[in-house]
Nanobody, 115 residues
Framework: QVQLVESGGGLVQAGGSLRLSCTASRSIFSINAMGWYRQAPGKQRELVAQITKDGSTNYADSVKGRFAISRDNAENTVNLHMNSLKPDDAAVYYC?????????WGQGTQVTVSS
């Protein structure tokens, strides 16, 4: 089992930055992959960024060059650094973990980008 607690969402102007954090209830060394998904109203949930146990990363094309995912192993935390935010980035962002063939989700954190 993995519990995920997110923080860091909020309101930001277009062009601004935010950092989202996701803290896991167990050592992230044991978690195969962690990442962030987002879901805007009326749209499907989509992958934003992912980082695997060995440090490999994967990004949605729409955020490449603007977002960066990182791990803090000592804090069992995965961070998503979001720069040059656009109104299209506004959504509920969910932390995700894939562990022991199961998917785990955080409760979601709202990101609002004003134009």
């Amino acid at each position: 089992q993995v519990q995920l607690v997110e923080s860091g969402g909020g309101l930001v102007q277009a062009g601004g930055s935010l950092r989202l954090s996701c803290t896991a209830s167990r050592s992230i060394f044991s978690i195969n992959a962690m990442g962030w998904y987002r879901q805007a109203p009326g749209k499907q949930r989509e992958l934003v960024a992912q980082i695997t146990k060995d440090g490999s990363t994967n990004y949605a094309d729409s955020v490449k060059g603007r977002f960066a995912i990182s791990r803090d192993n000592a804090e069992n935390t995965v961070n998503l650094h979001m720069n040059s935010l656009k109104p299209d980035d506004a959504a509920v962002y969910y932390c995700h973990a894939y562990f022991n063939l199961a998917n785990y989700w955080g409760q979601g954190t709202q990101v609002t980008v004003s134009s």
